[in-house]
């Protein structure tokens, strides 16, 4: 026969567990609060774009080019 001590542990771990998976797809779900997160990240992302730039102009003009390269396919493919 188990310890009851024991079992109570066992319950509480796997409720733990639980709760935690439901937060986790409560978040998946939460399409306004990822959809800001990502925002906040892009934003960030963008931020940091001139200093970037400024370290690799090579690879800044490349960027700008290839940007430049799908806006042309994208305009040509929607004529």
């Known amino acids: 026969m188990r310890d009851p001590e024991i ?3 066992e319950i ?5 567990e639980l709760g ?3 937060e986790e797809l409560a978040g998946k779900t939460d399409i306004k609060t990822r959809s800001r997160a990502k925002m906040a990240a892009l934003r960030h992302s963008v931020a940091a774009l001139p200093e970037w730039a400024r ?3 090579a690879a ?3 960027a700008a080019a290839a940007v430049a390269a799908v806006v042309v396919v994208v305009v040509t493919l929607r004529r």
């Open 55 to 57: 370290g690799q102009p």
């Open 20 to 22: 935690e998976l439901v």
């Open 7 to 9: 079992i109570k542990q």
């Open 60 to 62: 800044a003009v490349a």
């Open 12 to 16: 509480e771990q796997t409720r733990h």
